[in-house]
């Protein structure tokens, strides 16, 4: 009787063992198909994360080795020029017709065309940037600018010139219908170079982006031969270090001053007349800089609304080449927003402004001997540089967010290499 009761418990023992056991194993079971779960749920993620970075990169010509040319290998930036020596021949760009015909299935056409579809971090997401955006030609140039700087989050108000042909602005028109955050401004300036047009279309854009229900923290004025040169993760950290002020050039006006001395008038040409200016209607001194800007979403409602503003705007339409004034002065004035002293240890010139780096004929050669850049491997349009695939080294290096001027019809492999670059740097976050 003992005997058989022990032999009971025994078998009751084995059985609580093997109970646990069992147990164990369906825990540890369960478990491990959580994990595995959790891994195929994880692969599957990485494949689409793949299969959206391979999807979006924006590979250039195979016939050259763009980051052997960034890092400014002769050979291969030699190679490139070559290329596109022949090429200029050939002339195969897209014209306004097939962007008519493209943009029928806007899905079909941004996903074809690569436009990125979301944001792609939600740092970016939560800064968005407004741009004004003044074109007047080339069609292809336009949308390429805009895909490298179009991200979901930001706002775009697009200027076409209103005596640019039909067939022209049909086809801006058709692209920018495909996006919810790109538009064309309420009111179109005919464009006069030199007058004061200039001024009143970016004018015109920043009162429709003020309207908009974007956010948006900064303004960044672009024409149709600017390109980035940076990310817009990049540009997003960049205007972050601004603290909320503006970056544009602006320095003394030297021998500048006959602009504003005298009445100019416009009629298809900008012509000086005898009659004199009186002086500005502001206390502060004037300044110079360039056409192009970044500033705050304050500075834009201030310009709009300001009494003193208005009457030094009015002031300067009948001025020459007022863009090169206007935005520099307003700048230097105190009680405009993001805006720095008039004093003379503020001034800022287009090289340590970040809005845009273009480069003088005059300014060129060899650093070393004390010029501001190294010599144009494009070619100059009004004195200016238009980068080859033989300036990209140079270029990347500087701290501007956008260069002037890039032009697919004198070298396009330039700008698809720095497609490809800031694309590849956009889907995989560091230096590709
Ligand atoms: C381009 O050059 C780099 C070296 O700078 C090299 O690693 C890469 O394989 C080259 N790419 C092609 C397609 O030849
Ligand atoms: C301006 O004055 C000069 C000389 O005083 C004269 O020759 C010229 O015709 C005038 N121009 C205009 C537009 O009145």
Not at 223 to 231: A, L, N, Q
Not at 278 to 294: E, K, R, T
Not at 348 to 374: T, V
Not at 414 to 420: D, F, G, I, N, P
Request: charged content about 25%.
């Amino acid at each position: 009787m003992r005997l058989c009761k022990r032999r009971n418990r025994y078998f009751l023992l084995i059985g609580l063992l093997s109970f646990v056991f069992i147990m164990r194993t369906y825990i540890f079971q369960l478990y491990s198909l959580d994990e595995l779960h959790q891994e195929v749920f994880y692969l599957r993620n990485n494949y689409r994360k793949t299969q959206f970075v391979t999807s979006m990169k924006l590979p250039s010509s195979n016939q050259i080795n763009c980051s052997k040319v960034i890092q400014g290998d002769q050979d291969a930036v030699q190679l490139a020029l070559l290329h596109q020596k022949n090429a200029r021949k050939k002339e195969l760009r897209i014209s306004e017709m097939d962007y008519l015909k493209f943009t029928k299935d806007c899905n079909h056409y941004k996903m074809s065309r690569r436009f990125i579809p979301i944001p792609l971090s939600k740092e970016e997401e939560n800064y968005p940037i407004a741009y004004s955006m003044v074109i007047h030609e080339q069609i292809e140039m336009f949308e390429r600018l805009l895909r490298a700087i179009y991200n979901p989050q930001n706002i775009y108000c697009v200027h076409v010139d209103k005596k640019s042909p039909d067939l022209y602005k049909q086809a801006v028109r058709a692209i920018v219908s495909c996006f919810e955050n790109v538009f064309i401004a309420s009111k179109l300036e005919k464009l006069v170079y030199t007058s004061w047009s200039r001024v009143q279309a970016d004018l015109n854009c920043m009162e429709d982006l003020l309207k908009s229900k974007v956010p948006w923290r900064y303004l960044i004025n672009t024409c149709g031969t600017d390109f980035p040169i940076k990310t817009n993760m990049e540009i997003v950290r960049a205007l972050k270090l601004l603290k909320g002020k503006n970056s544009l050039e602006s320095e003394k006006p030297q021998y500048k001053v006959f602009r504003w001395q005298f009445s100019y008038k416009t009629t298809t040409i900008v012509e000086r007349t005898n009659i004199t200016k009186g002086p500005p209607p502001i206390s502060s001194p004037m300044f110079v800089g360039s056409a192009y800007f970044v500033v705050t979403r304050e500075f834009v409602n201030y310009v709009l609304e300001n009494s003193e503003v208005q009457k030094l705007i009015e002031w300067s339409k009948d001025t020459l080449m007022p863009e090169e004034h206007i935005w520099a002065t307003l700048n230097r004035m105190s009680c405009v927003p993001g805006s720095t002293p008039y004093h003379k240890k503020y001034d800022i010139s287009d090289l340590n402004a970040i809005a845009r780096l273009q480069r003088w004929e005059w300014h060129e050669g060899d650093i070393g001997k004390g010029a501001a850049y190294p010599q144009c491997t494009g070619i100059f349009r009004r004195s200016i540089c238009i980068n080859g695939a033989g300036d990209l080294h140079f270029v990347l290096q500087q701290h501007h967010l956008f260069v002037n001027k890039f032009d697919v019809r004198v070298d396009d492999y330039a700008v698809q290499c720095l497609e490809e670059y800031l694309r590849d740097k956009a889907l995989y976050g560091e230096e590709p």
